[in-house]
């Protein structure tokens, strides 16, 4: 196949129907957005980008409960179609196995079954055991054909999950086309299980569609329909874009980037980024800057920003004019909901720039963006937290969403836009 441009849509918490073509080379699935359907797990990731020792471990979700992008991918031929998490923050992809039943962790009927497809590779059937916070997962790696839409990636090297234990496996089952079956690892090859166990690297579908020659460039890049993101809005609908960047979402701003940050043994893992700092604008502006740079992760597998907790205690206070409260049962910051209709006041994450790392760009927002509104509760919220100790900082997908985010794998670096 030729290198193209190829978008796919995302679903938020999930919603499967036929797709919609406007475009031949813009593919959208229709969303929608559901309520949560989770009880309260307090989880987070560990601390992925330092150096590993005694179990493997490896990137994890950790709030599953509001907005996850899912997306519909098929393994193997005649294909069978999986919703999967689409996940920045891990490498690895898997898909439950014909063992893996409800009582296993794995809810929807949707299993892969090897026997059923000719393109099965089990050469590559090595065991893996990931452990998490209050959970865990095991099964083994293997090899068949991956397509999302009409990108296929020939010999992808994917997960079966045997056994799940956690977040995928707390969701409430309502129907099938609501369930999630696992995760879709787009991060580095040294990000992969396979390289923490094995001390080998596989290629993740986003490379490996680039090194078969099925995109034009060594990139992909995410949006949100801005429109969607009102707080009284039942839906949803965004895309990710493979081989290029969708640049007819953006307002006439360049896309800016800033350098992705290898592990502390050298290697790129997920894609984390250095921020100076925060800002906040009403008039005036107010400077959080860190000390030195410091590593944040950009994940589209966690919904919150988690940031250092004085930090964020400063950021609420300042942001609500001190009338932010911390609620200890939901570490969340309870806040006035007169702040959803603050356009005005800015509030800036700062990066490095690529092409010059003492120089920085701000990735600006209005504060009403940063804020949630519980309708069943009647009382709002903002969209960052504590970070738990020994734990990443991490910029999610209610953060994300409002940027088109784009991940250039040839050139190591991640960039943002507004959106239109």
Same mark, same amino acid.
């Given at each position: ?11 938020? #918490? ?5 797709q919609t073509t406007t475009n031949p080379s813009l593919?959208? $699935? ?9 009880? =309260? ?10 150096? $590993?020792?005694? !179990? ?8 599953? !409960?509001?907005?996850? $992008? ?38 929807? @009927?949707?299993?892969?079954?090897? !026997? ?23 099964? =083994? ?28 496996? @707390? ?6 086309? *609501?369930?999630? @079956? ?25 490379? %490996? ?29 965004? =895309?990710?874009?493979f081989g290029d960047i969708d640049q007819t979402v953006? *307002? ?7 350098? &992705? +940050? ?10 984390? &980024? ?38 964020? /205690? ?8 001190? *009338?932010?409260?911390? /609620? ?7 806040? @006035? ?7 005005? *006041? ?23 963006? +940063? ?15 504590? %970070?738990?100790?020994?734990? #990443?900082?991490?910029?999610?997908? $209610?953060?994300?969403? =409002? ?18």
């Open positions: 196949m030729g290198a193209k441009l190829f978008c796919i849509a995302l679903l938020a #918490m999930i919603s499967i129907s036929q593919v959208r $699935l229709p969303v929608r957005r559901l309520a949560p359907s989770l009880s =309260h797990h307090p989880m987070s990731k560990r601390d992925i980008l330092g150096s $590993l020792t005694g !179990e493997v471990s490896t990137a994890v979700l950790n709030d599953i !409960e509001l907005y996850q $992008l899912g997306v519909q991918i098929e393994v193997g031929n005649p294909p069978q179609k999986f919703t999967l998490l689409l996940d920045t923050g891990s490498s690895d992809t898997w898909v439950p196995s014909q063992k893996c039943t409800a009582q296993a962790g794995c809810l929807s @009927d949707r299993k892969y079954n090897s !026997e059923v497809s000719w393109t099965f590779d089990h050469s590559t059937e090595i065991p893996v055991n990931i452990s998490y916070g209050i959970g865990y997962a095991s099964g =083994h790696y293997f090899q068949d054909d991956m397509a999302v839409g009409s990108l296929t990636a020939t010999n992808q090297t994917l997960i079966q999950i045997d056994i799940n234990d956690g977040p995928i496996a @707390d969701q409430a089952y309502s129907s099938n086309d *609501t369930i999630i @079956d696992g995760i879709f690892g787009v991060g580095f090859p040294h990000g992969t299980l396979m390289s923490q166990i094995k001390n080998t690297t596989y290629e993740p579908y986003p490379m %490996a569609l680039w090194s078969q020659n099925k995109i034009q460039a060594p990139v992909f890049s995410l949006t949100m329909d801005k429109s969607s993101m009102a707080a009284n809005t039942s839906d949803w609908i965004g =895309h990710i874009t953006t *307002t006439s701003s360049p896309v800016e980037y800033t350098s &992705a +940050i290898k592990r502390s043994d050298g290697n790129y893992s997920y894609w984390a &980024a250095n921020v100076f700092g925060f800002q906040y604008n009403n008039g005036t502006n107010l400077n959080y800057r860190f000390n030195e740079p410091t590593t944040f992760l950009i994940d589209t597998g966690s919904n919150y920003m988690y940031l250092p907790p004085a930090l964020a /205690d400063d950021l609420a206070t300042t942001l609500s004019q001190g *009338t932010a409260k911390w /609620d200890n049962s939901s570490s969340i910051y309870i806040v @006035d909901c007169n702040l959803l209709n603050d356009n005005t *006041t800015q509030f800036s994450v700062w990066f490095p720039k690529d092409a010059n790392a003492t120089d920085s760009f701000p990735a600006a927002l209005p504060i009403s963006s +940063i804020v949630g509104h519980n309708i069943d509760t009647k009382q709002c919220f903002f969209y960052f937290t504590h %970070a738990p100790p020994n734990i #990443m900082f991490t910029l999610g997908n $209610l953060w994300i969403r =409002h940027f088109l985010s784009v991940f250039d794998f040839g050139k190591h670096r991640i960039g943002f836009a507004p959106l239109a």
